[in-house]
């Protein structure tokens, strides 16, 4: 795993961001983080909570969902959570959106109830990016797409 | 158009004998109404059929952002909407007729077209008003048919609507209007 994320982190666009070492990578890994007002010592605290609070979710947003925190889960040996400072909303009230804000704009992952993973991202220069993928999409590259935007 | 029967509300403000101006111009600034965290974040509470705000003709002293919090709703016994920031937003680019235009093809069925157009929409007593319309097929979306139009079910639709809250959060959170720009899609990751 470890391996698999030295590549990702090298190949990916996360490489670029200048954030990435300075705001992001953390050597004190062993602590208790927030998220979204919900303290968590580990990413099942937050999937539990996830579900408790968007009860709408159905069968196939939770498989992605689930490989989403399975991705998030890899990462967070080598980021502060802390800093992601990912936000959670729904859409239509059938859908989950994770938001979160960064100096270039806002990126959002909105698991619909269709099971598509949609990524979008709106920049402060009014630059949008869309796009919309099924389950088998890669969800470490989503991931890095998305806290690196 | 009737007659503004709010006291409290400037005669400058007034719709009554005025024409409606259907052109924009560059560097005009619309004024939009919401609570603080919709500043960040307006995705999921903008309905898609009445996207309301105030513009300023290039003309900041008659018309003056903090006109957007005037309350014109006669039932509420209130001068201010409280509690509420504003959004300012400056026109960049414009289609040839003057106003902001921006078509949205259906990815899923290309036979769907929305549109959505900015509209001066005086009311009686707030001339400035204008809003964001949104056509689906050149017919107007609004509260009546918002469920047997836009608001179907299915991921086509669901798919189009999304398209359309970025086009709307973007004006909002990038505080530009600029017809030209068009969402980049991504295929891969």
């Known amino acids: ?33 927030t998220f979204n007002e919900l303290s968590v010592s580990d990413l099942d605290d937050w999937y539990n909570s996830i579900l408790m609070k968007f009860s709408f979710l159905n069968e196939i947003q939770v498989k992605n969902i689930q490989g989403f925190l399975k991705a998030l889960g890899y990462v967070l040996g080598e980021i502060d959570p802390n800093k992601l400072e990912i936000s959670l909303d729904s859409v239509e009230d059938s859908d989950l959106m994770l938001w979160r804000e960064s100096n270039h704009g806002i990126s959002m992952i909105t698991f619909d109830e269709y099971g598509q993973i949609v990524y979008s991202f709106i920049g402060k220069n009014g630059k949008k990016i869309k796009g919309t993928f099924d389950q088998n999409i890669d969800m470490e590259k989503l991931l890095y797409k998305f806290i690196s935007a | 158009m009737t007659e503004c029967s709010l006291a409290y509300i400037p005669n400058r403000l007034h719709s009554l004998g005025k024409e409606i101006i259907p052109e924009f111009s560059i560097g005009e600034e619309l004024y939009y109404r919401c609570s603080f965290n919709d500043l960040v974040k307006p995705y999921q509470s903008i309905s898609l059929y009445d996207v ?29 909407i409280p509690e509420k920031e504003i959004s300012t937003t400056v026109i960049k680019s414009l289609s040839e007729n003057g106003t902001f235009e921006k078509i949205l093809v259906s990815k899923n069925n290309p036979d769907l077209i929305a549109k959505i157009k900015l509209n001066h929409d005086p009311k009686p007593c707030m001339y400035p008003h204008c809003v964001f319309e949104i ?46 720009e068009d969402i980049e899609i991504l295929t891969d990751l």
């Open chain 1, 1 to 33: 795993m470890e391996n698999s994320l030295t590549f990702l982190a090298e190949d990916l666009v996360l490489k670029q961001s200048e954030l990435f070492r300075d705001e992001y990578v953390n050597s004190e890994i062993n602590q208790v983080h």
């Open chain 2, 52 to 80: 309301s705000h105030n513009r300023n003709f290039n003309d900041t002293i008659n018309y003056p952002k903090d006109d957007v919090l005037y309350n014109i709703d006669s039932d509420k016994n209130i001068e201010r």
């Open chain 2, 135 to 180: 056509s689906l097929n050149n017919v107007i979306v609004n509260k009546d048919n918002y469920g047997n139009t836009l608001n179907k079910s299915g991921s086509t639709y669901k798919n189009l609507r999304s398209d359309i809250r970025i086009e709307l959060t973007s004006i909002i959170y990038s505080s530009i209007i600029d017809n030209s």
